[in-house]
């Protein structure tokens, strides 16, 4: 098992070139679903320098949150409420370019600014969602999407 993650690239996106095979191979052969969504998470925080990404999982017809890094988070998210609860109610992916102009956006810490959302699905129905906020504004393209939807697809297959 690696120690750290080996990442040289200086844009965002030869970052996450570098680091989706990396991921891959940090879960490979663990069958822990925390342990390995944990590392995911630090792998995420850790090359990207995100504010805070974590996991929501949907448990008893909320969202309850699962392994993060980054400041205390809200717990539990309802359907429909703030981004992650509508990411969860209309099963498709929202980028906020400024949380603060999102409406009904639940604050969880005070220094995030934008935030990219993913679900995350198994049998059509959501099971969790990838969470991502950043302390800089319209910090979240269509690039980070790509990029993001196949750490989301790796997770489904975790879960």
């Not at 191979?25 to 925390?34: M, Q, R």
């Not at 996991?55 to 699962?66: I, N, P, S």
Request: charged share 25%.
């Amino acid at each position: 098992m690696a120690d750290d993650l080996a990442i040289t690239g200086i844009t965002k996106e030869e970052k996450y070139i570098e680091l989706l095979p990396q991921i891959k191979a940090l879960v490979y052969g663990e069958s822990d679903v925390i342990a390995n969504l944990s590392n995911v998470m630090a792998a995420l925080k850790t090359t990207m320098n995100f504010l805070w990404v974590g996991v929501y999982l949907v448990k008893e017809d909320e969202l309850v949150l699962g392994p993060f890094q980054g400041p205390v988070a809200c717990t539990r998210i309802q359907k429909g409420k703030g981004v992650s609860g509508t990411v969860w109610q209309e099963k498709r992916t929202i980028i906020v370019p400024d949380v603060d102009k999102f409406p009904g956006h639940i604050i969880c810490s005070s220094e995030s600014q934008s935030e990219i959302v993913l679900p995350i699905c198994k049998n059509g129905e959501v099971v969790a969602i990838l969470d991502v906020d950043s302390n800089i504004l319209a910090d979240f393209t269509e690039m980070d999407k790509t990029y993001l939807m196949q750490v989301a697809t790796l997770i489904e297959e975790l879960i």
